[in-house]
């Protein structure tokens, strides 16, 4: 997805999906099994790179496992502190910190303190854990902690993606400490996207299921003359989505891939009401070749 994505366009920056860590430095394989671009030269993609993020509460381990994904070619390390899983809070990670804002602090500061000072650190919190009351705190606690910016999704965890999101606290949070913001959560459109730089005063927004919904979505937000018609961009979509299907065909394992391909298209019938029915047509299939030859046939050969 993050190779489709990159391809479409648009977006400044990526972050990896987090790679957990607990009290051990975790092996290269990990590290590459999860971001598999950092076995080529460049993290990233073109001008995009992409950075890699870490989840955990131990300080000592976290500065070692970001030394470790230096090492490997991240070009920068993002730390999540708004995982809402019940597995990950379990274990002392991602929104359940936001309760310990010194707990938050110490991550930042020991991974801060280990990486070179050329190398960005930086943090993505909700807005709290069950309420909004430390929200404030949790990110002076990043600030003082040295990261270089902080990205808001602007719910609690209890809030879970229920719209709608709080623009208007990321603009508070942001009016209280003096490192950039980048507001997140409930942008799925170019009109969502200029409303959510207004309310939140953020000159940056972070996308997610907004973009993998709608590929051209950072597209059409950098370039106004880009398609948003629904039927000319998903003429537009076909090739990509051919694309996608050889490379899960080409990654993943064989009875995986109809679930891959599935997943999407939901998440695409979100936006385009013609994956929808593409969806409708191979909900019951779970062979790899049929479903491909359904794609094929309704999206043009590769
Ligand atoms: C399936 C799924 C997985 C996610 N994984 C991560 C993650 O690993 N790291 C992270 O910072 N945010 C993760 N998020 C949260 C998104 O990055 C984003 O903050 C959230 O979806 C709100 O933004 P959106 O409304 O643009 O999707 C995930 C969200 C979803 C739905």
Known sequence: ???????????????????????????????????PELESDYCGYGDIPLVVQLLGSDPESLANNALRALELGAPAIDMNFGCPAKTVNK???????????????????????????NIQVSAKMRLGYEDKSLAIENAQAIEAAGASYLTVHARTKVEGYKPP?????IAKIKNSIDIPVIANG???????????RE??????VMIGRGWVAN?????????????????????????????????????????????????WLQMLSWHYPQAKILFDEIRTERNAQRVGDVLKARLGSV
């Open 165 to 169: 999101a709080h623009w208007e606290w």
């Open 215 to 263: 590929p051209f979505l950072a597209r059409q937000i950098k370039d106004e003359t880009f398609p948003r018609e629904l039927e000319e961009s998903w003429q537009l979509l076909k090739p990509y989505m051919l694309g996608f299907y050889n490379d899960v065909i080409a990654h993943i394992e064989e009875r995986h891939v109809h679930g891959r391909i599935k997943q």
């Open 1 to 35: 997805m993050r190779r489709l994505l990159a391809k479409t366009g648009g977006a400044d920056q990526m972050v990896t999906e987090f790679i957990r860590v607990n009290d051990t430095l975790l092996p290269p394989k990990i590290f590459h099994k999860l971001v």
């Open 91 to 117: 274990s002392r990670g991602g929104s359940i910190l936001l309760k310990e804002p010194e707990v938050v602090h110490d991550c930042v500061k020991a991974v801060r303190d280990a990486v070179p000072a």
């Open 186 to 196: 409930e942008v799925w459109n170019p009109d969502d996207y200029w409303r959510c």
């Open 199 to 204: 309310v939140s005063e953020c000159d940056d």
